[in-house]
């Protein structure tokens, strides 16, 4: 009972808290009349009034939202990305150069500076949709010396199509001269102090006029390098890898060196702000290495194309006769001793042919040695070996020519 009891009185106070919390704070009236104008095509002017039925004592300041999308339900969506610009000020109007290729939701909302317990207002909102026709697409840039070569595609046809640019800096619209078909080339002095870029591509489609603007980084960070060169010279024990590159525009700190070289087919890379890259040298090994220049985040951003592979040396093997010796000798050697003793195998008739047993030799020697003692009395020379007379069937004549080693069959007939 008693928890229950505590429990209502903790609800009660908290609710008469927010009561009396809610009474004070009522949100302000939000901003009147917001329009729109564009100064240039780039420069969007925005004003407002001051909402009506304001105390004499209560000071507002304004917060405007430009998000890129015509769609003002996305804005909370996307906060947290560089689409949204958001400013805090005192004044009835602002002014900002932005581009239009999203189309835009602009808002105003309304704080309280120093205005009692008052909340800040429902925002005021206006939407620009984007422009009816993309006049073009795949835009890109190459920087260099001065010099802003800029590209596009096109599916519109647009026979008056202008191409124009400003920077923050300068607030200038300035006209691309050198006009060719999905190209123009921008020469401007100015152009590497720039941290950001304004592009108006502007025409008559159908009838209708159409401005597309676009906003890009400043024009270092499409810095193009023209393509070096790379040579390789043998300095002492080592080898100095050395870039040629094209006069340097800016700063030395601003550039890196992106050695990728090869030893005895070993892939090596080095990044590196000396454009010499010394390495001790094997000369036993092949070198090949290309170099490509960087542009530094320091500076901005870019790269150069990479340059032709360039050799040095020629792929040698030290170790050669230490391999003969431990590897390739014994596997000959080997080889050629299976080899004798298959041969040996298959032809053993021919190379080993048969001996007659040495049993019957002597046995035969044996039987004549008796025979001579029988008649070593009657013979003088019955100490000479007489050998046995061969059993020889009648018709068959011994040739004179008879091998001395008696052959296999031979020896059978001697049994017989
Ligand atoms: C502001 O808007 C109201 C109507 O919404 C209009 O009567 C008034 O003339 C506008 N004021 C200005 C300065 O445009
Ligand atoms: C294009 O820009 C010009 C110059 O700022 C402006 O006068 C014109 O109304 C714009 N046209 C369109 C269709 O936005
Ligand atoms: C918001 O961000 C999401 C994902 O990052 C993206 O898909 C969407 O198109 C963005 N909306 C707008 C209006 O930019
Ligand atoms: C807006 O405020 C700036 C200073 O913050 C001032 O220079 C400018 O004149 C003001 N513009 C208007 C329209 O009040
Ligand atoms: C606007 O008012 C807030 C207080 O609500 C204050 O913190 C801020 O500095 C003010 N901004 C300007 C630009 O006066
Ligand atoms: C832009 O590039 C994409 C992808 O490369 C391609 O599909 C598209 O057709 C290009 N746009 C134009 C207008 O050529
Ligand atoms: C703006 O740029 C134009 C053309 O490049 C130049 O003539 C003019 O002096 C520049 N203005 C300023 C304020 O830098
Ligand atoms: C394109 O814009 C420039 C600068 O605002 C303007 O001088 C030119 O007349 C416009 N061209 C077309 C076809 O709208
Ligand atoms: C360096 O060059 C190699 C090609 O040789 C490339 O694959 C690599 O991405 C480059 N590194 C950088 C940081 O650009
Ligand atoms: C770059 O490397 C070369 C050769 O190794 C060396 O002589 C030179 O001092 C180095 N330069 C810098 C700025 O380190």
Redesign the pocket.
């Known amino acids: 009972m008693f928890r229950v009891w505590d429990v209502s009185l903790m609800i009660c106070f908290s609710l008469s808290l927010m009561f009396v919390g809610g009474e004070g704070e009522s949100e302000l009236p939000p901003p009147r009349n917001l329009t729109f104008t564009w100064e240039t095509p780039f420069e969007l002017h925005l ?1 407002w009034e001051k909402p009506k039925d304001l105390e004499p004592d209560c000071k507002v300041n304004y917060t405007v939202d430009v998000h890129h999308s015509q769609d003002c339900s996305e804005r909370d969506k996307n906060k947290s990305q560089d689409r949204q610009v958001s400013r805090r ?5 602002f002014k900002l150069d932005i581009s239009n290729e999203n189309g835009l939701c602009i808002s105003v909302t309304v704080n309280p500076e120093n205005c009692g317990i008052k909340r800040q207002s429902r925002p005021s909102e206006i939407s620009i949709p984007p422009p009816s026709v993309r006049l073009v697409e795949n835009r890109s840039f190459e920087y260099s010396h001065n010099r802003m070569k800029c590209t596009w595609e096109s599916d519109v046809y647009v026979p008056d199509l202008g191409f124009y640019y400003s920077s923050d800096q300068n607030k200038t619209v300035v006209k691309c001269n050198q006009m060719k078909t999905g190209e123009c080339v921008i020469h401007d002095t100015i152009l590497k102090d720039m941290t950001e870029m304004f592009y108006l591509f502007n025409g008559t489609v159908n009838g209708q006029p159409v401005n597309n603007t676009f906003m890009t980084k400043g024009p270092t960070t499409f810095v193009k390098l023209d393509k070096p060169q790379l040579t390789i010279q043998k300095v002492g024990h080592d080898l100095h890898f050395q870039t040629h590159g094209s006069l340097l525009e800016f700063k030395p700190h601003c550039y890196k060196y992106n050695f990728t070289f090869s030893k005895c087919n070993e892939e090596k890379q080095v990044i590196q702000s000396n454009e010499t890259l010394t390495v001790e040298h094997d000369s036993n090994c092949k070198y090949r290495a290309r170099v490509q220049i960087i542009f530094s985040d320091k500076c901005g951003d870019g790269k150069s194309d990479l340059s032709d592979e360039v050799e040095y040396g020629e792929d040698r093997y030290p170790n050669l006769p230490v391999l003969l010796a431990f590897i390739i000798i014994p596997l000959i050697v080997s080889c050629c001793l299976i080899f004798s003793l298959v041969l040996l195998r298959r032809h053993k008739d021919i190379i080993f042919p048969k001996i007659p047993e040495p049993t019957l030799i002597f046995k035969d020697m044996l039987i004549n040695n008796i025979r001579m003692a029988e008649d070593l009395r009657s013979t003088a020379d019955g100490r000479l070996y007489i050998p046995f007379e061969e059993i020889v069937e009648s018709r068959i004549s011994l040739e004179p020519e008879t091998p001395l080693i008696p052959t296999a069959t031979d020896m059978a007939f001697k049994k017989v």
Do not use: A
Not at 89 to 93: E, M, R, T, V, W
């Open positions: 004003t000020i005192k004044n009835l109007s």
